[in-house]
């Protein structure tokens, strides 16, 4: 008889019921396909975590061992840190699950402020639970956003110049492996 797949209702009402009694988690909401109307049977779940800094270690610890009791755990990557956001961000595919129902996961240490809450990026978040009243949408800074990309703009002409002599030379050298790498890092990006 084939076992009926873990949903996504199930694994988050799991780690609700662990998390939310615990003093030092503070909230926890999802972003992504949810947030935009847009979760259907391909949709994983973008799923993040506030906790008090000193309690971090224990978080993940009770989220990887909730996880595992549903699961278990079949494949999982962490990203290597230090994360360009700052926060433990890992990627679960439960044996259970759809294949397509993967957990992308943000820890964050309370002390933090970057919690992916602009909602011309990212909408409106789906709170699960907000202890301290801290998931109040951000307001998208126009302006900064442009400062931005007009210093990465100032800094692409000379970047992307001097790194094509490495896709050139991996294609002379008879490595199109690296040098597809270096094409998908050098110019494409």
């Not at 993940?60 to 909730?66: F, G, N, R």
């Amino acid at each position: 008889m084939k076992q009926e797949q873990l949903g996504r209702e199930k694994i988050l009402t799991a780690l609700k019921e662990k998390l939310e009694p615990l003093a030092d988690v503070n909230a926890m909401w999802e972003g992504g396909a949810v947030c935009f109307d847009r979760f259907d049977e391909w949709s994983d779940i973008d799923l993040q975590f506030d906790v008090n800094d000193d309690f971090y270690d224990e978080a993940l610890k009770i989220i990887m061992d909730t996880l595992e009791a549903l699961g278990p755990i079949d494949l999982r990557y962490d990203l290597p840190q230090p994360t360009a956001h700052g926060h433990f961000q890992t990627f679960i595919r439960l044996k259970s699950t759809s294949p397509f129902l993967l957990l992308d996961m943000v820890v964050m240490k309370h002390s933090n402020g970057e919690r992916f809450l602009e909602k011309e990026i990212h909408s409106e978040p789906v709170v699960h639970f907000d202890k301290l009243g801290m998931l109040a949408v951000n307001t998208f800074s126009k302006e900064d956003h442009l400062k931005a990309i007009e210093k990465r703009l100032a800094k692409m002409p000379v970047v992307f110049d001097l790194f094509q002599v490495f896709v050139k030379k991996e294609i002379e050298r008879g490595n199109p492996i690296e040098a597809i790498g270096y094409y998908m890092g050098a110019t494409l990006k």
